[in-house]
T-cell receptor, first 114, second 109 residues
Framework: NAGVMQNPRHLVRRRGQEARLRCSPMKGHSHVYWYRQLPEEGLKFMVYLQKENIIDESGMPKERFSAEFPKEGPSILRIQQVVRGDSAAYFC????????????FGQGTRLTVV | GQNIDQPTEMTATEGAIVQINCTYQTSGFNGLFWYQQHAGEAPTFLSYNVLDGLEEKGRFSSFLSRSKGYSYLLLKELQMKDSASYLCAVMDSNYQLIWGAGTKLIIKP
């Protein structure tokens, strides 16, 4: 039973490019959470999704950021026109139910904007 | 606003005991989590407390006092591999996890 899979592990983008981060939840998990972690800081909630639905996007910046979790395939966090301040580790967690008490984390994607 | 406070950094000696404190103020409470995170890696689950008291799991124990908005993680018989950041997180009334900034624990021989 594979854990939460995120790819790529490392992503380098030039300012203005697009970044796509992928997250495949654990088998049997239909709830996905995205978090951002800046160096020396805690995780900041971004968005909570179920299959084909965004449940809570209160932590997502209003512009340039979007997330989806289609019926088939991984969840995608998309950042358009990246800026240096987007450089961070982006973690995905999945859980089997809505109460998030059994969330497991992926290894993260480290985005570097140059 | 919601707030989780924990010390930024602590240092302890191999074989000793260390207690990492966490205080919180959140809108609602559905449990408190402790995670361990080694540099460059994903957080891994350590403990979950929803009722007052002490939960013991091997070398690690976690305590919760809901009336005081306070928890601690106790690590015994410290090993070098315990050098990591320890993240405190509280689940609020919407079942969202609110995270502290983490405590970096440095173990010295």
């Amino acid at each position: 039973n594979a854990g939460v899979m995120q790819n790529p592990r490392h992503l380098v983008r030039r300012r203005g490019q697009e970044a796509r981060l992928r997250c495949s939840p654990m088998k049997g998990h239909s709830h996905v959470y995205w978090y951002r972690q800046l160096p020396e800081e805690g995780l900041k909630f971004m968005v909570y999704l179920q299959k084909e639905n965004i449940i809570d996007e209160s932590g997502m910046p209003k512009e340039r950021f979007s997330a989806e979790f289609p019926k088939e395939g991984p969840s995608i966090l998309r950042i358009q026109q990246v800026v240096r301040g987007d450089s961070a580790a982006y973690f995905c967690a999945s859980s089997p139910g809505e109460k998030n008490t059994e969330a497991f984390f992926g290894q993260g994607t480290r985005l570097t904007v140059v | 606003g919601q707030n989780i406070d924990q010390p930024t950094e602590m240092t302890a000696t191999e074989g000793a005991i260390v207690q990492i404190n966490c205080t919180y103020q959140t809108s609602g409470f559905n449990g408190l989590f402790w995670y361990q995170q080694h540099a460059g890696e994903a957080p891994t689950f350590l403990s979950y407390n929803v009722l007052d008291g002490l939960e013991e799991k091997g070398r690690f124990s976690s305590f919760l006092s809901r009336s005081k908005g306070y928890s601690y993680l106790l690590l015994k018989e410290l090993q070098m591999k315990d050098s990591a950041s320890y993240l405190c997180a509280v689940m609020d009334s919407n079942y969202q996890l609110i995270w502290g900034a983490g405590t970096k624990l440095i173990i010295k021989p």
